[in-house]
């Protein structure tokens, strides 16, 4: 089990660039999120993959987000013209199955950072 | 709102003694309880899930309580180790994939 994969471990950019990070879930679930954390607080969720197929959005995920899971494997996180405000840890994580009763399995996450 | 509240925020504990962990919910419609243990830069790792029937559940030497009528729940960390330093997540599960993340409390063991 290599357990959940995300790239890069870190980013530092500068406000308005764009920046994709990359989430590789474990090999057999079929369910992908994707949370934001700041310090000092809980994930908050931003989105929700089931296979392929991009199931629910937060009102948190403006329309310079953008994630995508194509092939129902791995899935990316866009953000567009970045700003400060997106400096947050990035968190991807998969499940199986009936997600009542199966824990969702969490990546390491990605740091934005944005100068 | 579903709200999912921790207490203390942070505390401080001598290695092989005992601490108790808080979590008070009003998430509705309620599915589970989960606890988590997130590392300084490292993504959360469940530690236990208990459904609505359940009211402990242990893993090694942490053990959860639900009291799923007063919507309260709790994390006991027996004989602490130094590696138990870390933040401690509630979360609760509605009926759906939603997961609704309490602040967690930060736990730091001392020599």
């Known amino acids: 089990d290599t357990g959940v994969s995300q790239n890069p471990r870190h980013k530092i950019t500068k406000r308005g660039q764009n920046v994709t990070f990359r989430c590789d879930p474990i090999?057999?679930?079929?369910?992908l999120y994707w949370y934001r954390q700041t310090l000092g607080q809980g994930p908050e969720f931003l989105t929700y993959?089931?296979?392929?197929?991009?199931?629910?959005k937060s009102r948190l995920l403006s329309d310079r987000f953008s994630a995508e899971r194509p092939k129902g494997s791995f899935s990316t996180l866009e953000i567009q013209r970045t700003e400060q405000g997106d400096s947050a840890m990035y968190l991807c994580?998969?499940?199986?199955?009936?997600?009542?009763?199966?824990?969702?399995?969490f990546g390491d996450g990605t740091r934005l950072s944005i100068l | 709102k579903n709200q999912v509240e921790q207490s203390p925020q942070s505390l401080i504990i001598l290695e092989g003694k005992n601490c108790t962990l808080q979590?008070?919910?009003?998430?509705?419609?309620?599915?589970?309880l989960r606890w988590y243990k997130q590392d300084t830069g490292r993504g959360p790792v469940s530690l236990t899930i208990?459904?609505?029937?359940?009211n402990t559940k242990s893993n090694g030497r942490y053990t959860a309580t639900l009291d799923a009528d007063t919507k309260q729940s709790s994390l006991h960390i027996t004989a602490s180790q130094l590696s138990d330093s870390a933040s401690y997540i509630c979360?609760?599960?509605?009926?759906?994939?939603?997961?609704?993340f309490g602040a967690g409390t930060t736990v730091t063991v001392r020599a």
């Open positions: 979360v609760v599960n509605r009926d759906d994939y939603k997961l609704s």
């Open positions: 994580a998969s499940s199986s199955g009936q997600v009542n009763n199966q824990p969702q399995h």
């Open positions: 208990m459904t609505f029937s359940e």
């Open positions: 993959f089931q296979n392929e197929a991009q199931l629910e």
């Open positions: 979590c008070n919910y009003t998430v509705s419609p309620f599915s589970n």
């Open positions: 090999s057999e679930h079929n369910r």
